[in-house]
Structures are given as structure tokens and as C-alpha cells.
């Protein structure tokens, strides 16, 4: 099992910034997945950015270009620094891990709020 531990959520005015961490602990496997997912009030849970151990970068249309996810395998954290943040990037964000290959190690954070107000 991997637990997660995210922190760096608040409240932003539009146009702001603000950077998401995750410190993972526990099993962790040499090929894996990390990344952040998003549940606004009403919608269902989305993807908004993952990165692989080796690099590999995806990212929601909708953050493309303010978005930069990072992660630093020798702490095992991953990162999510949001620039021109909107007030539709309101929501709960969530850390996720999985490793490649292996759908039953998948393990959720507890989510940090991000609130931007416009």
C-alpha cells in the first residue's frame, strides 16, 4: 500500500498561482504513475495532470499552458504548480499513484482544496 499526502491547497484570487505537493510513502514501485485529479462540487472526479517515474508528462486540455507537473523521485513527491489559476479550476484535488502494470496498487490522497475567486 502507498500512502499519500498532499498539501499546498487555499484560496487564490483569479489569475494567481499556487503549487500542489505530494509526499508518497510505503510500497513504492520502480515504474509508476503519479498525478493529480480534481472533483468540483457536482462533476465527477477528473484528471488534470501524471507524470511517469521515467518522465512522461499528460495534461487536461483545459490546464495545458498554466499547469506544470514535476516530481522528484529520490523523495518520491510529486508537484503541481498552477499559474493564472481560473475560478473554474475551483475544486478538491486529489494525489494519485499507481504503479505500471499493477491496477490494485492504485491509492488516492485525501485532497486539498483550491479555491480561486474571481
Known amino acids: 500500500q502507498v500512502q499519500l499526502v498532499e498539501s499546498g491547497g487555499g484560496l487564490v484570487q483569479a489569475g494567481g498561482s499556487l503549487r500542489l505537493s505530494c509526499a508518497a510513502s510505503?510500497?513504492?514501485?520502480?515504474?509508476?504513475?503519479m498525478g493529480w485529479y480534481r472533483q468540483a462540487p457536482g462533476k465527477q472526479r477528473e484528471l488534470v495532470a501524471t507524470i511517469t517515474s521515467s518522465g512522461n508528462m499528460n495534461y487536461a486540455d483545459s490546464v495545458k499552458g498554466r499547469f506544470a507537473i514535476s516530481r522528484d523521485n529520490a523523495k518520491d513527491t510529486v508537484y503541481l504548480q498552477m499559474n493564472s489559476l481560473k475560478p473554474e479550476d475551483t475544486a478538491v484535488y486529489y494525489c494519485?499513484?499507481?504503479?505500471?502494470?499493477?491496477?490494485?496498487?492504485?491509492?488516492w490522497g485525501q485532497g486539498t482544496q483550491v479555491t480561486v475567486s474571481s
Open positions: 494519485h499513484y499507481q504503479a505500471i502494470g499493477r491496477l490494485w496498487t492504485r491509492s
Open positions: 510505503g510500497t513504492i514501485f520502480s515504474g509508476d504513475v
